[in-house]
């Protein structure tokens, strides 16, 4: 059984950051694609970023490139989404996700963490 943990969201002012983390455990996945989604009030989950659990090339929607960093430590089997000038439109529930394909597509991820709200104030 995989479970996925988040943890880091809250209340931020626009301009500023945050940090999510999702933590891993259970099966050993290290070939699993990892994805970052999220999901506002009345909108479809949308896709943030993925890559592979072990590393590797990571891809970033266009609305958070340059703004948004996926980072890992291997010893604690966690990922991070630094997310960097905050803006309101980035409010929404933040889902970590891990599955066997890498992509952009949430259907093809079949373990989900339980998310954490990001809240950006004007």
């Known amino acids: ?9 809250g209340l931020v002012q626009a301009g500023g950051s945050l940090r999510l983390s999702c933590a891993a455990s ?3 996945f290290s070939s699993y694609a990892m994805g970052w989604f ?7 989950r949308e896709f943030v970023a993925a890559t592979r ?10 609305s958070v490139k340059g703004r948004f960093t996926i980072s890992r430590d291997n010893a604690k089997n966690t990922k991070y989404l630094q997310m960097n ?8 529930v933040y889902y970590c996700a ?3 394909i890498l992509g952009r597509s949430y259907p093809l ?14």
Request: glycine share 16%; aromatic share 12%; no cysteine.
């Open 109 to 122: 991820y079949d373990y989900w963490g339980q998310g954490t709200q990001v809240t950006v104030s004007s």
């Open 38 to 44: 999220r999901q506002a009030p009345g909108k479809e």
């Open 98 to 100: 891990a599955g066997r």
């Open 85 to 92: 000038s905050l803006k309101p439109e980035d409010t929404a």
């Open 26 to 28: 259970g099966r050993t």
């Open 53 to 62: 659990w072990s590393g590797g090339s990571t891809y970033y929607a266009d």
């Open 1 to 9: 059984q995989v479970q996925l943990v988040e943890s880091g969201g």
